[in-house]
Nanobody, 118 residues
């Protein structure tokens, strides 16, 4: 079972990046999948999540970021446009589902660095 992110890098303010999260060993479509980020010295924050019926975005990325899945590819993506300096962080994907009897499946990727700098 593995989640592997890619697509991070250095970009200028106003630029765009697309992050990818490839799942192996399980099927993403059965999970709530999300992107988190953590900037240096700050707590980890939820950026966006997607379920079978809903999407959610944090207020500071709404209108700039888009989360989506490709079920045949078993992958999750985060399209990030109009990037700002404050978007600099390590971005991690997560797949979560609740099971019977209080058990959960909760998988995280290792993270990909996004640096927005002029």
């Amino acid at each position: 079972v593995q989640l592997v992110e890619s697509g991070g890098g250095l970009v200028q303010p106003g630029g765009s990046l697309r992050l990818s999260c490839a799942a192996s060993g399980f099927t993403l479509s059965s999970y709530v999948v999300s992107w988190y980020r953590q900037a240096p010295g700050k707590e980890r924050d939820l950026v966006a999540y997607i379920t079978k019926t809903d999407t959610y975005y944090a207020d500071d990325v709404k209108g700039r970021f888009t989360i989506y899945k490709d079920n045949p590819k078993n992958a999750l993506y985060l399209q990030m446009n109009s990037l700002e300096l404050e978007d600099t962080a390590v971005y991690r994907c997560r797949a979560f589902r609740s099971l019977n009897f209080g058990r959960v499946d909760d998988y995280w990727g290792q993270g990909t660095q996004v640096t927005v700098s002029s």
